[in-house]
């Protein structure tokens, strides 16, 4: 069961005065950083993880109430949507995800950057999606996990990955199945954009969101 706490009870006990955690923000700060609760992976007997990228502690930030939290170990629940961190004392906390605005991590030289939904037209996007564009319209990604039953050996169960894609215009959010669907959202423009894609060999894949990223700046220069 995970054991609600504030971190800084935990802070003042081994910092005895300190101000400042090894990140560099201040006890007050980490005060509001750490507000979670203790994490405990219950899904050990599952194959495979829940994580985003890898088991492994990532180097990120994170934003909250307006205020970035720099150089911090984080990883991605993508089963939950819940960011993890690590204090100084090797406590792993279930961070507060109604207080997170956004966060990012740095994976493999290459900065993702997430923010929190609360809501949209589709209603599958709530939670943390990865900005791939943001101009006059936008690209979201979403990833996600799932748990398929008796999947190895039809003994154990296995994590699964799943990336959805999110197309928003004009205010109105569309999940991107295939590029048929997302043709149809852009038919304003449709010729212009099959001259870009088939001039610059673009292959749209869902498996691969960034794909669609050049498409859609492409799309909200020719629309202006």
Not at 6 to 23: N, Q, R, T, V, Y
Not at 97 to 126: A, C, P, Q, V, W
Not at 151 to 162: G, M, P, R, S
Request: net charge positive; proline share 1%; no cysteine.
């Amino acid at each position: 069961m995970y054991i609600s706490f504030i971190i800084l009870l935990f802070a003042s006990i081994s910092l005895k005065g300190i101000e400042s955690d090894s990140s560099g923000n201040d006890t007050v700060d980490v005060q509001k950083l750490y507000n979670g609760r203790a994490w405990k992976n219950t899904y050990y007997k599952i194959k495979g993880d829940q994580f985003l990228f890898t088991t492994d502690f990532i180097t990120g930030n994170v934003m909250i109430d307006n205020r970035e939290y720099k150089n911090l170990r984080l990883k991605y629940d993508i089963y939950n949507d819940e960011l993890i961190s690590i204090n100084d004392h090797g406590i792993m906390i279930q961070m507060n995800k109604e207080m997170i605005d956004r966060f990012s991590l740095n994976y493999n030289g290459r900065l993702y950057n997430f923010k929190r939904i609360d809501s949209d037209t589709t209603g599958s996007m709530k939670g943390f999606v990865n900005i791939l564009y943001e101009g006059k319209s936008a690209l979201y990604a979403k990833y996600m996990k799932e748990i398929l039953l008796l999947a190895v050996e039809n003994k154990y169960d296995l994590f699964n990955q799943v990336i959805r894609v999110f197309f928003e215009k004009e205010g109105s959010v569309y999940r991107i199945s295939n590029k048929r669907e997302f043709m149809g959202l852009i038919k304003d423009h449709k010729a212009e954009v099959r001259q870009f894609m088939r001039s610059n060999k673009i292959r749209l894949s869902k498996k691969i969101p960034e794909s669609f990223k050049p498409v859609v700046e492409y799309y909200d220069k020719v629309r202006q």
